[in-house]
């Protein structure tokens, strides 16, 4: 059964700092990796989407990367704002024809950014 | 385009109580799904439909049934409310894989519910 951690659980940092979020996932055989932003009270926001071929995907200040053999990924925030400030989750989606896009999400990273 | 729409927003039920959770999508798409979401445990799949007409079960089915009344709209039944099922409830539509940004998931904004 694909199992998907993120670390750090929770993460603070000063405004302007680049930082690191961390998701790996225990079986490799994915279709693709997504990223994901929630803010309180709120639904999620997709964010970055890499299929299984890709090696990294970039939009504005954040970039994922993906190394599928070794089961991991990282979205990296460069000079990273307030706004910033929100739950990150990743989703593997498994490969297989069957799999309809059904997501495995780990249980994110809460990230504040602070002036 | 609204996107994914759900209703109601938040809701208290009784145990035993019976309610639909209602789900509307704009924008064409195939797949339809719903997520429960709880603290430590993530989002996990209740079920999902690949297609119109067609339904199948996610990760965690027990208690729940749905309905792909159409292309746009799929609801999400408890029938006999239980204190478990307190959570907060995701749908989410995908598009055609390999069609434009067919493979990204479009989240709605969650309905609360909480059984007493």
């Known amino acids: 059964k694909q199992e998907v951690t993120q670390i750090p659980a929770a993460l603070s940092v000063p405004e302007g700092e680049n930082l690191v979020l961390n998701c790996s996932f225990t079986?490799?055989?994915?279709?693709?990796l997504q990223w994901f932003r929630q803010d309180p009270g709120k639904g999620l926001t997709s964010l970055l989407l890499i299929q299984s071929s890709q090696r990294e995907q970039t939009s504005g200040r954040l970039n994922a990367s993906l190394d599928k053999s070794s089961g991991r990924s990282t979205l990296y925030i460069a000079a990273s704002q307030p706004g910033d400030s929100a739950t990150y989750l990743c989703a593997v989606r498994p490969a297989g024809g069957t799999s309809y896009g059904k997501l495995t999400f780990g249980q994110g990273t809460i990230l504040t950014v602070h002036p | 385009n609204a996107g994914v729409t759900q209703t109601p927003k938040f809701q208290v039920l009784k145990t035993g109580q019976s309610m639909t959770l209602q789900c509307a999508q704009d924008?064409?798409?195939?797949?339809m799904y719903w997520y429960r979401q709880d603290p430590g445990m993530g989002l996990r799949l209740i079920y999902y439909s690949a297609s119109e007409g067609t339904t199948d079960k996610g990760e965690v089915p027990n208690g729940y049934n749905v309905s792909r009344l159409n292309k746009r709209e799929f609801s999400l039944r408890l029938e006999s409310a239980a204190p478990s099922q307190t959570s907060v409830y995701f749908c989410a539509s995908r598009g055609i894989p390999g069609q434009g940004t067919g493979e990204t998931q479009y989240f709605g904004p969650g309905t609360r519910l909480l059984v007493l």
């Open positions: 079986d490799s055989a994915i279709y693709n």
């Open positions: 924008m064409n798409h195939n797949s």
